[in-house]
Nanobody, 128 residues
Framework: QVQLVESGGGLVQPGGSLRLSCAAS????????IGWFRQAPGKEREGVSC????????YYADSVKGRFAISRDNAKNTVYLQMNSLKPEDTAVYYC?????????????????????WGQGTQVTVSS
C-alpha cells in the first residue's frame, strides 16, 4: 500500500526558508515519480515541482524556479523540497504525490491527474 507523509511545514517570515519532506512507504521510491503540489484557499491545486523516477530529471513551476529545489534520498525513501526566498504568495497547503515513473507524462507533470497517490498535506505560511 502506497503511503506518503509530508512534514516540515510551518510559519516563516518572507525571505526565509523551509525544507519539506515526503516520507514514502509501501513501494520502491526509485520506481516512482514524485510531485509536489500546493493549494491556497480558493485556488486550484497547482504543480510546484516534480522529480522523475531514478531522479534524472527535475521540473519546476516558473513561479518557484531558482528558489525551490527538489531532491530524493532513496536510502531514506524520502523526497525533499527545499524552499528558499519564500514569499507570502507561497502560502498554501503543500502535498506530495506519487505515480509509477513510466506511467507519468512528464510534459504534464504539473497535472494532479498524473498521480495516483497523495499525502495529507502540510501547511506553509509565509507572513511577517
Amino acid at each position: 500500500q502506497v503511503q506518503l507523509v509530508e512534514s516540515g511545514g510551518g510559519l516563516v517570515q518572507p525571505g526565509g526558508s523551509l525544507r519539506l519532506s515526503c516520507a514514502a512507504s509501501g513501494f520502491t521510491l526509485d520506481d516512482y515519480a514524485i510531485g509536489w503540489f500546493r493549494q491556497a484557499p480558493g485556488k486550484e491545486r497547482e504543480g510546484v515541482s516534480c522529480i522523475s523516477y531514478g531522479g534524472s530529471s527535475t521540473y519546476y513551476a516558473d513561479s518557484v524556479k531558482g528558489r525551490f529545489a527538489i531532491s530524493r534520498d532513496n536510502a531514506k525513501n524520502t523526497v525533499y523540497l527545499q524552499m528558499n526566498s519564500l514569499k507570502p504568495e507561497d502560502t498554501a497547503v503543500y502535498y506530495c504525490a506519487a505515480e509509477q515513473g513510466w506511467l507519468v507524462d512528464y510534459g504534464l507533470w504539473g497535472n494532479p491527474g498524473e498521480y495516483g497517490s497523495w499525502g495529507q498535506g502540510t501547511q506553509v505560511t509565509v507572513s511577517s
